[in-house]
């Protein structure tokens, strides 16, 4: 696999993405969906889409990650791990944001039903659901870049671009 340190672009992506505020409850999740066809695409070379979404439907992984939830649970153990002194909520320390106990719950209530329409039977509803996952979380990421860009005050300006490395819409 390429080693992604060596690829500026990827390397201001990952930094930006771990360092943007207020990014929506769902936004945090369908970002781990990303980073998985991210760095299934850089290891295969960077095929196009279709070959990518494929494969990782196809995956040995697929299962152990998505229907049984593995990597959305990790992410939501990593914010438990950091409680808030005073019982308010969990500490993200690179975005330095709290997350309240009802976020949390979001996060569950979210994960649930990520898992349920990614364990659909038929191939093309998998597809379907990871490449809308991945459209709306592009998206997000778009819009909150363009802000960022022209607002020169932002402590993430630096690691901003207009792009994303993975790009879903033409």
């Not at 969990?90 to 569950?108: A, G």
């Not at 778009?142 to 020169?152: F, G, N």
Request: hydrophobic share 35%; with cysteine.
């Amino acid at each position: 696999m390429k080693n992604i340190r060596n690829d500026i672009t990827i390397r201001r992506y990952i930094n930006w993405s771990k360092i943007v505020r207020d990014k929506p409850i769902h936004i945090r999740l369908y970002e781990l969906i990303y980073f998985e066809l991210l760095f299934k695409w850089l290891e295969m070379n960077k095929p196009p889409l279709h070959r990518l979404i494929y494969e990782i439907i196809n995956s040995d992984t697929y299962e152990e990650n998505f229907i049984k939830g593995i990597i959305f649970q990790k992410y939501i153990d990593e914010i438990l791990e950091t409680p808030c002194d005073d019982g308010s909520g969990y500490y993200n320390s690179d975005s330095r944001e709290i997350l309240s106990k009802i976020n949390i719950k979001e996060l569950y209530d979210i994960k649930f039903l990520i898992k349920d329409e990614l364990n659909t039977v038929k191939f093309i509803n998998r597809y379907r659901a990871v490449l809308n996952y991945c459209k709306i979380y592009e998206s997000w990421c778009l819009e909150k870049k363009s802000k960022q860009v022209e607002d020169i005050t932002k402590k993430e300006r630096f690691d901003v671009t207009l792009d994303l490395p993975l790009r879903f819409s033409k």
